[in-house]
């Protein structure tokens, strides 16, 4: 089958790479501009443009592909449109697809959502799921549609989520999932039998951006919401707190059942216990500013943090 890949960010890797493998004509990747990082703001492309330029395949760029945007969308839809693709596949790739390019190819436009859809819709399902304190989640495949992660359902595979994942971990394995799906699931459509499942608006629920403000630890919460939290935003784009005025970034951390009346947020013990919900919440791994990642092991070894110390603020 000819398909056009469109997908951003090291999640949507894994589903080219297996496209590819699997003998498709990838005829073109559609990804999103080169962006500066880090202190020194060098332009860094995506990594599904890496991915797609050590296989060959030619790589497009636009802002948009709305024709009445600019000169660049219309020009890359006109090279999308002579093309030709029998199926579009969108992974993770950060534009919505007008309506004149989901119709667009025989098979239409696949989409791989990594929730079990109707559930998180949005742009951040694997992070929501945990800090809600999912025990499943999984990867659908649906047929695009104009609404926002609305379209008929095709296949979808699952995976319980262990109380200690956090959403880096669940994220490789949603990404792998993801690419053996759409394997089958270009299998099943070029073979005239895949299902058309259509989505209900009941039970759903909406994955929305995560925020900085999102990831700031209250540890006036109960501790599960709090340890959820802190294990949903880890590593990126991480839960974090203040200490000493500074902000400490806590990447995991450990329930206990010890009981204090400290108040909420501050130091229980000399070992990064913090009172929260009425217990001691112990951090594990952590950042302070301007340091590095480390174990509060090695945290505490250069600086103490005493019982009473306030976090927050």
Same mark, same amino acid.
Request: charge should be negative; proline fraction near 6%; charged fraction near 25%.
């Given at each position: 089958?000819?398909?056009?890949?469109?997908?951003?960010?090291?999640?949507?890797?894994?589903?080219?790479?297996?496209?590819?493998?699997?003998?498709?004509?990838?005829?073109?990747?559609?990804?999103?501009? =080169?962006?500066?990082?880090?202190?020194?703001?060098?332009?860094?492309?995506?990594?599904?443009?890496?991915?797609?330029?050590?296989?060959? *395949?030619?790589?497009?760029?636009?802002?948009?592909?709305?024709?009445?945007?600019?000169?660049?969308?219309?020009?890359?839809?006109?090279?999308?449109?002579?093309?030709?693709?029998?199926? *579009?596949?969108?992974?993770?790739?950060?534009?919505?697809?007008?309506?004149?390019?989901?119709?667009?190819?025989?098979?239409?436009?696949?989409?791989?959502?990594?929730?079990?859809?109707?559930?998180?819709?949005?742009?951040?399902?694997?992070?929501?799921?945990?800090?809600?304190?999912?025990?499943?989640?999984?990867?659908?495949?649906?047929?695009?549609?104009?609404?926002?992660?609305?379209?008929?359902?095709?296949?979808? =595979?699952?995976?319980?989520?262990?109380?200690?994942?956090?959403?880096?971990?669940?994220?490789?394995?949603?990404?792998?999932?993801?690419?053996?799906? *759409?394997?089958?699931?270009?299998?099943?459509?070029?073979?005239?039998?895949?299902?058309?499942?259509?989505?209900?608006?009941?039970?759903?629920?909406?994955?929305?951006?995560?925020?900085?403000?999102?990831?700031?630890?209250?540890?006036?919460?109960?501790?599960?919401?709090?340890?959820?939290?802190?294990?949903?935003?880890?590593?990126?784009?991480?839960?974090?707190?203040?200490?000493?005025?500074?902000?400490?970034?806590?990447?995991?951390?450990?329930?206990?059942? *010890?009981?204090? =009346?400290?108040?909420?947020?501050?130091?229980?013990?000399?070992?990064?216990?913090?009172?929260?919900?009425?217990?001691?919440?112990?951090?594990?791994?952590?950042?302070?500013?301007?340091?590095?990642?480390?174990?509060?092991?090695?945290?505490?070894?250069?600086?103490?943090?005493?019982?009473?110390?306030?976090?927050?603020?």
């Amino acid at each position: 089958m000819k398909i056009v890949f469109m997908g951003t960010p090291d999640f949507a890797v894994p589903c080219l790479d297996a496209l590819i493998n699997a003998g498709h004509e990838v005829a073109a990747v559609f990804t999103q501009p =080169d962006k500066p990082k880090n202190r020194g703001h060098k332009m860094t492309p995506p990594p599904v443009k890496e991915c797609a330029l050590l296989h060959g *395949i030619p790589v497009y760029q636009p802002l948009s592909l709305r024709r009445n945007k600019s000169e660049d969308a219309a020009a890359a839809f006109d090279t999308l449109k002579s093309i030709a693709p029998d199926c *579009i596949v969108v992974v993770a790739y950060g534009q919505i697809l007008p309506k004149e390019v989901l119709d667009l190819p025989e098979y239409g436009c696949i989409n791989v959502h990594a929730s079990l859809l109707p559930r998180y819709r949005g742009a951040a399902p694997i992070q929501h799921c945990i800090i809600n304190g999912e025990k499943e989640t999984g990867v659908t495949t649906m047929y695009m549609a104009e609404g926002l992660d609305t379209g008929d359902m095709i296949l979808t =595979d699952r995976i319980a989520i262990d109380e200690k994942m956090t959403a880096s971990e669940l994220h490789d394995r949603l990404s792998e999932m993801g690419a053996s799906l *759409i394997v089958k699931t270009l299998d099943e459509v070029g073979k005239g039998i895949a299902p058309r499942i259509a989505q209900t608006d009941e039970n759903t629920c909406y994955a929305s951006m995560i925020t900085k403000e999102m990831c700031r630890i209250d540890f006036s919460q109960p501790i599960e919401k709090v340890y959820d939290l802190i294990r949903g935003m880890s590593a990126s784009p991480c839960a974090f707190t203040f200490l000493d005025g500074k902000r400490f970034k806590v990447y995991f951390a450990e329930k206990t059942d *010890i009981k204090t =009346d400290a108040p909420a947020g501050t130091a229980a013990d000399d070992r990064l216990g913090v009172s929260c919900g009425g217990y001691v919440l112990r951090l594990t791994d952590v950042q302070a500013e301007g340091s590095k990642r480390m174990s509060a092991d090695d945290y505490l070894r250069g600086k103490k943090v005493p019982a009473g110390t306030v976090f927050g603020e």
